[in-house]
């Protein structure tokens, strides 16, 4: 969740910045869409053949991860707030690509999002959640 006092001028306030919480997981059909059915909305719009698909889909997640850092790049340099909405977009366009990476290898965003969420909270009772390397 994005708390309102955060900025996002010349310096963010990450301490205003909330992860996703089980509540948060659990109200996503709030606005209308689970996310096995997101899964299945990316997959009726794929468009590239199925021998490009991996190529695609990586390219798109880094062309589209590279469009929000740009934006915040010329927020900082030009001194602007960053464009919420915009940003949203964006990670919508990200959101995609994660969802059709996740189909192409027999997953689904469900399944990304509980192994992720399954992660984390074990690097955080273990007390890991900094430093480095996938296995800490």
């Known amino acids: 969740r994005y708390n309102e006092r955060a900025t996002f001028d010349n310096r963010v306030s990450w301490k205003d910045c909330i992860m996703i919480t089980q509540d948060d997981m659990d109200a996503f059909s709030v606005v209308g869409v689970t996310p ?3 899964s299945y909305f990316v997959e009726g719009k794929i468009m590239t053949s199925p021998q490009d698909r991996l190529f695609e889909h990586v390219l798109g997640l880094v ?3 590279g469009e929000i850092a740009e934006k ?3 927020a900082i340099r030009d001194k602007y707030p960053l464009n919420r909405y915009d940003v949203l977009k964006e990670l919508g366009d990200v959101l995609f690509y994660v969802t059709a990476l996740a189909n192409l290898h027999d997953s689904n965003l469900a399944e990304v999002l509980e192994i992720n969420m399954r992660k984390l909270n ?3 009772a273990r007390g ?3 430093g480095n390397g996938d296995d800490r």
Do not use: D, F, P
């Open 36 to 38: 096995m059915e997101y």
């Open 72 to 74: 915040l790049k010329k």
């Open 122 to 124: 074990s690097r955080e």
């Open 128 to 130: 890991v959640l900094s």
């Open 63 to 65: 062309g589209e991860s």
